[in-house]
């Protein structure tokens, strides 16, 4: 199992980024998928998830109303669009795959991709 996430970048406050998290090596329809991210010095965090058909999906207080998870079980890839962002939103970011559900624990995860919001 592969989860390949790319997207990440250096972005000014009140920017915009998508993050992309392909994944390969399982039935992806089969599997809930989540965003994650650990930033400096901190333990990694919740971000956001959503069910195997995208319908529920679950996001942390911090990013709520300003992030929104999708995916696209056609091409097998998971996306995070991140809007207004902040300065605390800097983190690695990690997509993560559960074959239980959204809210349980996860099974794969991918290497993690760098958002730096800075000005």
């Known amino acids: 199992v592969q989860l390949q996430a790319s997207g990440g970048g250096s972005v000014q406050p009140g920017g915009s980024l998508r993050l992309s998290c392909a994944a390969s090596?399982?039935?992806?329809?089969?599997?809930?998928m989540g965003w994650f991210r650990q930033a400096p010095g901190k333990e990694r965090e919740f971000v956001a998830a959503?069910?195997?058909?995208?319908?529920?999906?679950y996001y942390a207080d911090s990013v709520k109303g300003r992030f929104t998870i999708s995916r696209d079980n056609a091409k097998n890839t998971v996306y995070l669009q991140m809007n207004s962002m902040k300065p605390e939103d800097t983190a690695i970011y990690y997509c993560?795959?559960?074959?239980?559900?959204?809210?349980?624990?996860?099974?794969?995860w991918g290497q993690g991709t760098l958002v730096t919001v800075s000005s």
């Open positions: 959503n069910s195997m058909s995208g319908v529920r999906t």
């Open positions: 993560a795959a559960s074959r239980s559900g959204p809210r349980s624990e996860y099974n794969y």
């Open positions: 090596g399982l039935t992806f329809s089969s599997y809930a």
